[in-house]
């Protein structure tokens, strides 16, 4: 069964870190990324990464702040996510995509996971 589980999503407040992960079954991916979606409001890009790393690409918002990562061996995805504000609360969706390139629009990925809760206090 093909799955993606996030985790490490809570409570924090403003300037904190935190650092999500998501966990693959089922087939490998060679293409991932985190999406988030505030309410009311359309599922952003947050970050994506290639196969061995090499291709990263951020929105613009988060530029700076976020790292993304993944350990191959681990079938496993992080954010790390520093400096956070109240504009970073949202539902953050692990997402799986075919490759070769690392596609920052929703359309270029095929599996998704259920999303996992971030809130940034002020």
């Known amino acids: 069964q093909v799955q993606l589980v996030e985790s490490g999503g809570g409570l924090v407040q403003a300037g904190d870190s935190l650092r999500l992960s998501c966990a693959a079954s089922?087939?490998?991916?060679?293409?991932m990324g985190w999406f988030r979606q505030a309410p009311g409001k359309e599922r952003d890009f947050v970050a994506g990464i290639s196969w061995l790393g090499g291709t990263t690409p951020y929105g613009d918002s988060v530029k700076g702040r976020f790292t993304i990562s993944r350990d191959n061996a681990k079938n496993t995805l992080y954010l790390q996510m520093n400096s956070l504000n109240p504009a970073d609360t949202a539902v953050y969706y692990c997402?799986?995509?075919?490759?070769?390139?690392?596609?920052?629009?929703?359309?270029?990925?095929?599996?998704w996971g259920q999303g996992t809760q971030v809130t940034v206090s002020s």
């Open positions: 997402a799986a995509g075919a490759g070769p390139s690392v596609p920052v629009t929703v359309i270029g990925y095929h599996t």
């Open positions: 089922g087939r490998t991916f060679y293409v």
